[in-house]
Antibody, heavy 122, light 106 residues
Framework: EVQLVESGGDLIQPGGSLRLSCVAS????????MSWVRQAPGQGLEWVSV??????????YYADSVKGRFTVSRDDSKNILYLQMNTLRVEDTAIYYC?????????????WGQGTLVTVSS | DIQMTQSPSSLSASGGDRVTITCQAS??????LNWFQQKPGKAPNLLIY???NLETGVPSRFSGAGSGTHFTFTINSLQPEDIATYYC?????????FGGGTKVEI
């Protein structure tokens, strides 16, 4: 059974750093497109970043709002996706979900984790 | 970026009613559109893919239609467990974008 479990969310001060984890089971992370999608409190959904599958080159892409501050990575031995978030801003406050992109479409999100809450506040 | 305009932002209906939500794309996205249901405190759940296909295990009272720039999502015979927020999402172009959501209440 496919399962995604995020962790690492916390209360952090503006300018701080945080690393989120997404542990996958039931499929191989490196063989799939994996995205982070966030949802600010009471708001809609915003795509944040993607890690392409190895077969598709393993490239990474980011939303303009996080480019240069966030980095997505993988640990293939542990089947985990990460999101390193630096220089955090108040507007980064959100629930962060990892989501799988159903091949061959990177942004066709068929499975989602339960999310982890990041609160950026002084 | 492709803008997805979803309407209405909220609606109230009675049990057994037919409910329709619309989603307008700012450019042609063919049928590269999915519909999600999100219940409070939960992750989005895929209901309809490729504009009109029912995801496995989803009740047949849910349906979707449209292509190009105009799409609709319908719940036939609204049930109490359908109380949720519904989102459309295009995956035709990067970045993928979502509609603003429709909160359905009874």
């Amino acid at each position: 059974e496919v399962q995604l479990v995020e962790s690492g969310g916390d209360l952090i001060q503006p300018g701080g750093s945080l690393r989120l984890s997404c542990v996958a089971s039931g499929f191989i992370v490196s063989s799939n497109y994996m995205s982070w999608v966030r949802q600010a409190p009471g708001q809609g959904l915003e795509w944040v970043s993607v890690y392409y599958s190895e077969d598709s080159g393993g490239s990474t892409y980011y939303a303009d709002s996080v480019k240069g501050r966030f980095t997505v990575s993988r640990d293939d031995s542990k089947n985990i996706l990460y999101l390193q978030m630096n220089t955090l801003r108040v507007e980064d406050t959100a629930i962060y979900y990892c989501a799988r992109g159903k091949p061959p479409f990177p942004y066709f999100f068929d499975w989602w984790g339960q999310g982890t809450l990041v609160t950026v506040s002084s | 970026d492709i803008q997805m305009t979803q309407s209405p932002s909220s609606l109230s209906a009675s049990g057994g009613d037919r409910v329709t939500i619309t989603c307008q794309a700012s450019q042609d996205i063919s049928n590269s559109l999915n519909w999600f249901q999100q219940k409070p405190g939960k992750a989005p759940n895929l209901l309809i893919y490729d504009a009109s296909n029912l995801e496995t295990g989803v009740p047949s009272r849910f349906s979707g239609a449209g292509s190009g720039t105009h799409f609709t999502f319908t719940i036939n015979s609204l049930q109490p467990e359908d109380i949720a927020t519904y989102y459309c999402q295009q995956y035709f172009n990067v970045p993928p974008t979502f509609g603003g959501g429709t909160k359905v209440e009874i």
